[in-house]
């Protein structure tokens, strides 16, 4: 059962674009919600995360909306750059537990 | 450094022979999770520690895996009579507040 639905698989933009991925989840017990950054050959590295309580959480170039009643959430990035070319994952947990569950990722390819 | 540190970071073996990885979390971590990710995909969860204590077991963490982390530092995942499904990274990550979770680099193993 995949529990969290993450699109586009593939994204390309322009320098200075703003990518927009988006994921979906089923689990209404879920109520922490992370993006994760993944360069080649590399760990996961934390981006930033929300929890249900709000509706938008922006850290530097990065935003997520959150959308509780349509159980979405999305990350957007503003002045997107070429080093900003890597694989995005979001992800789902209860933070009374212990898993995260990810989605499928989104290779995202920022040009020049 | 005080990241998650893993070792090795790339494993080529035979299949039916066993491998044995290591994590090393952030110090006051007392969290620690192994996952695997195959080519294109999100991390999967296999197993979760509380201190030394193996909380949580994936139904993926078939009885050839053994994971361990015996004084509540350290952890230990070992793979028995490998076979060449076993090819994946192997990602351990680390937490102290429950659900935010940091990522070592990986341990890349490929089994001929």
């Known amino acids: 059962q995949q529990q969290v639905k993450q699109s586009p698989q593939s994204l390309i933009v322009q320098k200075g674009g703003i990518p927009i991925i988006n994921c979906a989840y089923e689990n209404t017990a879920f109520d922490y919600f992370p993006w994760y950054q993944q360069f080649p050959g590399k760990g996961p590295a934390l981006l930033i995360a929300i929890r249900p309580d709000v509706s938008e959480k922006k850290e530097g170039r990065f935003t997520i909306s959150f959308n509780k009643s349509a159980k979405q959430f999305s990350l957007h990035i503003m002045d997107s750059q070429p080093g900003d070319s890597a694989t995005y994952f979001c992800a789902a947990a209860k933070t009374s537990g212990s898993r995260l569950t990810f989605g499928e990722g989104t290779q995202l390819t920022v040009n020049p | 450094d005080t990241g998650v540190s893993q070792d090795p970071r790339h494993k080529i073996t035979k299949r039916g022979q066993n491998v044995t990885f290591r994590c090393d979390p952030i110090s006051e971590h007392n969290r620690l999770y192994w996952y695997r990710q195959t080519l294109g995909q999100g991390p999967e969860f296999l197993t979760y520690f509380q201190n030394e204590a193996q909380l949580e077991k994936s139904r993926l963490l078939s009885d050839r895996f053994s994971a361990e982390r015996p004084k509540g530092s350290f952890s230990t995942l070992e793979i028995q009579r490998t076979e060449q499904g076993d090819s994946a990274m192997y990602l351990c990550?680390?937490?102290?507040?429950?659900?935010?979770?940091?990522f070592g680099p990986g341990t890349r193993l490929t089994v001929l």
């Open positions: 990550a680390s937490s102290l507040v429950a659900a935010e979770q940091f």
